[in-house]
């Protein structure tokens, strides 16, 4: 008998060692929780970050970690790395927060936050890379629940690996106690593959300016539809104090069909999509906000503080998911004539109790003067719906360009047929030898440049559709065409600007004296660039490398005005330039941005003033920014110069979220190399030109999200195709070095990635499991026959089951004890820090995590 207790014993312990050898999910969480930020004590809630709740399941706690604002409109952000690699899905959002001290949240995920710190002050940014808005809160709104089958896609190859929690405290009033704040979101997510991947599409007014005592103003947004079907199944709204009503609808040949309407001074939750609604290719979404400027005395703009406004309508929907996309955006209004037609009731407000704005509204009563810096307040404290978009953009490795016979690249433009100009210099260089020390062209005996200078180029294959230009100037350099293809040019040698007409031989006006430099209202000093307003027909002129300004012209020619001046010493100020080199205007928002260059920022201005209203300046920039364009929606291109030795920030393309400043993208090409990019301009769809001044060349880009590929199987191997029959190669974005804090969230990753790797899949577990139950069988029916055959069939010493665990902690004699997974980490690290045997047990899994 006693050789069977020892064969027992044996199989126990083998059985312990060989679950040992393995771990079950509890284990990564266990290894996360090692690993993860500390949580403050001072904040009620689970002090566990990660709970698993089976498998395939577990809830994500996300919080601010005890933070107090000081300051109302203040932004603070924290990140949480998703605690597994392997790709996983977010199912329910269950919010932690109260309008009596929280305004709005979001949740974001993307692969690196903007820092490694416990938490940050938003104006760092949320995100270094594109960032995708999983969830929104405010007003108090109740939990969100995705449908069944239904989920927002993290980890694995494509999915965000961080969540960027950010929290807008409206009014910090509610602080003067000092106590900590640790709102905040649960996510249940689970590993199971879900049929539909959730996504997020939001439509925001960028322009909306609201007159003063004005009783309606419309803010309509709309877009046409370019992807695959998609499913609406939720909606949320968002204004603040002016808004009576937000609409949204899909329009399809001409009938509205409504997606959701509600007052945006109701808590703002996530409503579902009252009958369903699914979205086609080429339909058209449209949104309308109904704000009131009645009770203002100045003008309101779009903009991040609670005195600003906000025009957004989010649609949470679902798509198949060999076609998903996680979010998109629309910030223009593609058909303003098509809202005449709009059903009534989207102008209708809907009533709200003054009972219910007074609890809405009671605990902000600061006022402040949303004229005063406001596109500076914009830039610092835009409210994070404004969004970076996304896309990425690559090299388009086809564009037969690089090939074109050009001179030195200066400049280049679009014209109204979107076609691309570009303007170079022939067989004339600027070199140290072109000017003397007053600035005057020492080169004139050669003569003006014999070819032709201004060429069209058909923007999907190079061919050549026009040329002019020839014999008119010596040194070429800034170049922009007007809403009526005029070409718009500056001449460094000349010190000049002109304007021609496309077809026409001879200039229709010229500004400046020929080859004469000078600083008064009829001289130029090397003038860089050119802008005509659409809008006014006003003209601006940058001016130059030898003076440091931006002068205003009337359509006609006629000096309005100028301001700037050249930089002091230390650190540049406001409105001072080195180098004005680039303008982008902004007609939506009646902006003028300067790349300023040798400062190595941009400065944007009023174009009826001069008045400064933002810098957008970045480490990455280096000392040089050399040009800059600006895309209808809200998007900034830029390209910076050549790093000086021993620095290391590289040459590259920028694309930045004009609303907020922030870095979307960088872009570098594949196919040769930038040498001095010089100019760029980009179009609507989002493909980008670059000009470069010594590489003679122009490089073309596209919008990898933008374009369309489909596949195509020849000769039975796959090949990806573009619309444009373009291979769109990825860009080498710019190694960067890691920091000590990026190391050591990556040695935290790599734990958490073994810890996960180290799993072993359910039936694998479950055969385990099994295998010690049958042996334990077997011995009990072999000691019953032993015991029959030797005492005769009565009962008599042995081993008793009952008594054996009766004698461990924790039995029941009504049964096994089911074990608490949410405890047992946490007695495991407190007792020895090992793995306890409760890895091995079956544990009974507790309920999910309500949201409702």
């Known amino acids: 008998m006693a050789g069977f207790i020892s064969n027992l014993l044996i199989l126990l312990l083998l059985f312990q060692n060989i679950c040992l050898g393995f771990r079950s999910p509890l284990s990564v969480f266990k290894r996360y929780k090692d690993t993860s930020r500390s949580r403050s004590t001072e904040c ?32 603070l952000c924290m990140s949480v790395p998703l605690p597994v690699n392997d790709e996983a899905y977010v199912v329910d959002f269950k919010p932690h927060a109260s309008m009596d001290t929280v305004h709005h949240m979001l949740l974001f995920g993307c692969n690196e936050p903007s820092s490694t710190e416990n938490y940050w002050d938003c104006d760092e940014g949320t995100c270094k890379d594109k960032s995708n808005i999983l969830y929104a809160w405010a007003r108090n709104a109740p939990p969100t629940r995705l449908p069944k089958g239904v989920g927002f896609r993290v980890g694995g190859e494509t999915g965000s690996r961080y969540f960027v929690l950010q929290v807008h405290y409206g009014d910090v009033s509610a602080f003067r106690d000092k106590h900590k704040d640790c709102s905040g979101v649960t996510l249940h997510l689970t590993h199971q593959k879900q049929p539909l991947i959730a996504g997020m599409y939001l439509m925001m007014s960028v322009n909306t300016v609201i007159p003063p005592g004005k009783k309606v103003v419309d803010a309509d947004i709309a877009c046409h539809y370019k992807r695959s079907p998609m499913h609406l199944f ?59 400027g009645e009770g203002r005395t100045t003008e309101t703009h779009i903009g991040g503080t609670a005195d ?40 209708i407000p809907i009533p709200v109790k003054s009972d219910v704005l007074k609890v809405m509204h009671g605990h902000h009563e600061e006022t402040k003067d949303s004229d005063a810096s406001y596109f500076l307040q914009q830039a610092k404290k835009q409210e994070a719906e404004i969004l970076d978009q996304d896309f990425h953009i690559a090299e388009a490795v086809e564009w037969p360009g690089l090939d074109l016979k050009l001179g030195q690249v200066s400049g280049l433009a679009l014209d109204p047929e979107n076609n691309l100009v570009v303007f170079h210099r022939g067989d004339h260089v600027w070199d140290e030898n072109s000017f003397d020390s007053k600035f005057v062209y020492q080169q004139r005996g050669l003569g003006p440049i014999e070819q032709n200078t201004i060429i069209v180029l058909n923007p999907r294959n190079a061919k050549l559709l026009h040329s002019t230009g020839k014999s008119l100037f010596y040194l070429p350099h800034g170049l922009s065409v007007d809403k009526n293809g005029n070409y718009w040019v500056t001449d460094v040698a000349l010190h000049q600007v002109f304007k021609l007409g496309p077809n026409d031989k001879e ?66 100020r406001s409105g001072q330039f080195r180098i004005p080199h680039s303008l982008a205007l902004i007609p939506d928002l009646n902006q003028l941005c300067v790349a300023d260059r040798e400062n190595g920022r941009i400065q944007c201005f009023r174009l009826e003033t001069g008045e400064f209203t933002r810098e957008i300046k970045h480490k990455a920039f280096g000392r040089e920014l050399f040009a800059v364009s600006y895309v209808p929606g809200g998007l900034l291109f830029a390209v910076n110069g050549m790093p000086y030795p021993g620095e290391a920030e590289s040459v590259q393309g920028f694309v930045m979220n004009f609303s907020t400043g922030e870095i979307i993208d960088t872009f570098t090409p594949l196919r040769k190399s930038f040498e001095m990019p010089h100019d760029i301009i980009a179009s609507e769809d989002r493909t980008v030109f670059v000009g470069d001044v010594h590489a003679k060349t122009v490089w073309k880009f596209a919008s990898a999200e933008k374009m369309e590929h489909r596949s195509v199987k020849k000769a039975g191997i ?102 608490s997974t949410e405890g047992s980490d946490q007695e495991k690290d407190e007792d020895d820090g090992t793995d306890s045997e409760e890895e091995c047990s079956a544990s009974s899994l507790p309920p999910a995590p309500s949201s409702s």
């Not at 694998?764 to 029959?788: C, D, G, Y």
């Open 507 to 572: 200039p229709l006006m010229i500004l400046g004296m020929a080859l004469q430099p000078g600083s008064d209202k009829n001289h130029f000093c090397q003038p860089t660039d050119v802008a005509v307003d659409p809008i006014t027909g006003n003209i601006y002129v940058s001016d130059g490398y030898c003076n440091s300004r931006i002068i205003q012209f009337s359509p006609n020619g006629l000096y309005v005005m100028q301001w700037g001046e050249e930089t002091s010493l230390g650190r540049s």
């Open 308 to 347: 600003d406004e906000m025009c957004n309508f989010y649609i949470m929907y679902y798509m198949e998911a060999k076609h998903a996309v996680s979010y998109m955006t629309c910030t223009q209004n593609a058909n303003p004539e098509m809202f005449r037609n709009i059903p009534q009731e989207a102008n």
């Open 44 to 75: 009620l809630g689970s002090d566990q970050p990660v709970i698993s709740f089976g498998l395939s399941d577990f809830a994500l706690d996300i919080r601010m970690p005890a933070v107090t604002p000081k300051q109302s409109d203040t932004y």
């Open 234 to 292: 939720a909606y949320r709204v968002h204004t603040h104090r002016l808004g009576k009503v937000v609409s949204g609808y899909r329009v399809r040949n001409g009938q509205w069909t409504l997606i959701g309407r509600q007052s945006p001074q109701l808590p703002q939750a996530f409503y579902p999509v009252k009958y369903p609604v699914d979205i086609s290719y080429d339909d058209i979404l449209a949104a309308r906000c109904v704000f009131s």
């Open 718 to 819: 796959e090949v990806q195709e573009t619309k444009e029959s373009e291979t769109i190669v990825e860009a080498r974005l710019k190694n960067k070095p890691e920091s000590t804090d990026s190391l050591k969230n990556m040695d935290k990753q790599h734990l958490v990635q073994q810890a996960s790797t180290t799993g072993v899949s359910l039936v694998l577990i479950t055969t385990l499991l099994i295998i010690p139950v049958v042996v334990l069988l077997a011995i009990l029916v072999f000691i019953r026959w032993r015991k029959t055959t030797v005492y005769g069939g009565k009962g008599g010493g042995g081993i008793n089951l009952g008594n054996f665990f009766a004698n461990h902690k924790g039995y029941s004699r009504k049964g096994f004890d089911r074990l």
